[in-house]
């Protein structure tokens, strides 16, 4: 398997003009570098899987995307434009969604009051809980309930109702599947690729690969920080996965 790296100003497959490009990354914690040089491109419309073992740099790569880490070298556009060190607040006003590992729901409230939340988007809650309810009926008929007591699946259509509030441009999520069931999955990720086909951009972070590589459009392997791989995820790549999982185990 060949080793790529996206050209800085390139375009992507099918002459798409990339939403959301890493250029030569790199991020640190206190003075340790934990991305090398990172190189990613997002168009709208696709769906981007970036795949890797445990302490790879996936997370430390949509956090820097969404603002939330600032990098040490290398630069973040969107659109084109250079939003290197743009506060997490001022990106999310741009249209960048973060979907965090876990969720980022409370649990204690419920499924509405979750909701009624993301007014601060300007959005009124009648309209957000339309189009949440819509998309995810199963929200609507639990919408008295206490977040924390929906099905782990549940949950996570509600994370990504909230995402939804903003009317995201750019959406990244952070381990969609953790805990849960293949066949919930499977739907989730249905709702993500519609989502795409309407023109969002995805950036999907998940450790293990299989379904979110069902519905992506190009996949980038995380190794140790850098970009082993990344190229359409055909077949091959389910193979050759595990060489680069096993391989970085040190
Ligand atoms: P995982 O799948 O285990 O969440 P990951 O690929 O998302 O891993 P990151 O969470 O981005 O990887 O972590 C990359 C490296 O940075 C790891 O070595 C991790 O220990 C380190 N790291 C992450 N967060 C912090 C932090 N807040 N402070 C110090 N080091 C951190």
Not at 104 to 109: A, K
Not at 115 to 127: C, E, H, K, N, S
Not at 222 to 248: K, M, T
Request: net charge neutral; charged share 20%.
């Amino acid at each position: 398997m060949t080793e790529t790296t996206v050209s800085a100003d390139a375009t992507l497959p099918g002459g798409a003009a990339p939403l959301l490009e890493l250029r030569r990354v790199k991020a640190a914690y206190d003075r340790i570098t934990v991305l090398h040089g990172v190189d990613l491109t997002v168009a709208a419309g696709q769906v981007v899987a970036l795949l890797g073992p445990n302490g790879a740099g996936k997370t430390t790569t949509l956090n820097v995307a969404a603002g939330a880490h600032r990098p040490t070298a290398g630069a973040l556009l969107l659109g084109g434009r250079d939003t290197t060190g743009a506060h997490a607040r001022d990106l999310a006003r741009s249209g960048v969604c973060l979907i965090p590992e876990g969720r980022g729901i409370f649990p204690n409230l419920s499924v509405r009051d979750n909701l009624r939340m993301m007014t601060f988007t300007g959005r009124d809650r009648a309209q957000i809980e339309e189009i949440a309810y819509t998309r995810f009926p199963v929200l609507g008929h639990r919408a008295r309930q206490a977040a924390g007591t929906l099905s782990g699946g549940q949950q996570q259509m509600l994370a990504l109702a909230r995402g939804l509030a903003t009317d995201p441009a750019v959406l990244l999520l952070d381990e969609l599947s953790m805990g849960l069931a293949p066949l919930v999955v499977a739907e989730l990720y249905e709702h993500v690729a519609e989502l795409a086909r309407q023109g969002v951009a995805v950036l999907v972070v998940e450790q293990f690969a299989a379904a979110v590589l069902k519905i992506a459009d190009h996949a980038a392997v995380l190794v140790r920080g850098r970009v082993q791989w990344q190229g359409h995820p055909d077949s091959s790549l389910h193979a050759e996965l595990s060489s680069y999982y096993l391989g970085s185990a040190a």
